[in-house]
């Protein structure tokens, strides 16, 4: 049980997230970047597929534009 258990977590770590479950986090992945905090620790799975996918990647950088805003 624990072995199927353990099995599945390794499986889940190594699935790469699709731009849907990416959009999702987004803007707490945004967040934490002008909060300057870790994300490599946090959301490394977000952080790979930005960088690998453009769509995402300009997004991204706009939600990090409007949160580091100083009008808001
Ligand atoms: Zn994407």
């Known amino acids: 049980m624990l072995k199927k258990l353990l099995g599945m977590v390794e499986k889940t770590h190594e ?9 999702e986090v ?22 790979h597929h930005i960088e690998m996918c453009r769509d995402c990647f ?10 580091e805003s100083p009008d808001l």
Do not use: S
């Not at 699935?15 to 959009?23: I, L, P, R, T």
């Not at 707490?28 to 952080?47: C, H, Q, S």
């Not at 300009?58 to 949160?67: D, S, T």
């Open 26 to 47: 987004l803007d707490i992945y945004a967040e934490a970047i002008v909060r300057g905090e870790d994300t490599t620790k946090m959301l490394p799975k977000v952080k």
């Open 58 to 67: 300009e997004e991204y950088e706009a939600l990090v534009r409007i949160l």
């Open 15 to 23: 699935q790469e997230m699709d731009c849907e479950e990416v959009f």
